[in-house]
């Protein structure tokens, strides 16, 4: 908790990230990252063998490759997109402090916090409109997009921001929830370049008998496209969830168009 709070003071972030908990659940996130690592580690490898089928899928130039969801960065094999391309550009609301050090061995690796959904400025007003991202899709130089653990997460901390600050209800936050998702599918569609979603598919909960308990929708109702793999992420272990005593074990899908 002590590194927490002091990761907290000293990452650099947008006011708008902080108000709206992305600071705070980056490094919540790159901390339980440290502390899952054996478990979470399947699922990284999973992710940058991914990406790395996705590479190959670049026959002719490998000028740029965006990708959506950095994160911490464990699941992206930096090494391999470094050599392969002129320009490497890790997109994120949150750059924490463990992701700038581990990009300090790369001249063409460049992170940059951006809002992915272009929205979040509106919601931070009231304004429950989800906009058409644009960002990146008149450069003809993009030759890769990778959307990486990220399309199934984009409603939930603005849902639950909105909820707080302006009290919308179960059918406004669904409705949001759905039109964030459909936007960013939309958003990577139109891209003409070959896309890698990476995405959770069903989120299930287990009991410490493995009797599951509960299972959940991440798309939000919304039709995913279809994986060509799909790998399961030991998200919760029994050890992490305290006294609740349970598994989270999500389903992640891999799609290439």
Known sequence: MIWEAWQYLITPSSKLARQMGFLYESIAMSARAKRCHTAWEPHYQNCRLAIEQAVSLCHSSKRKVLIFGAGTLQDIP?????????????VDIVITRDAQHLLKPYRNIEYIEADVTNSLQRFQAGILK??????WLDDETVDLVVSLNLITQLPLLPVRWLKQRFQINDHQADQLG????????HYLQNFDAPVCLIADRVDREFNRQAEKTDEFDPWWGVKPPSASKTWQWEVVTLAESGTARRRQLN???VSYW
């Open 178 to 185: 759905q039109g964030l998702i459909k936007a960013h599918l």
């Open 130 to 135: 989800v906009d058409s991202p644009k960002a």
């Open 78 to 90: 930096l090494a391999l997109l470094s050599e392969s391309f002129d320009w490497v550009l890790l």
């Open 251 to 253: 389903e992640v899908g």
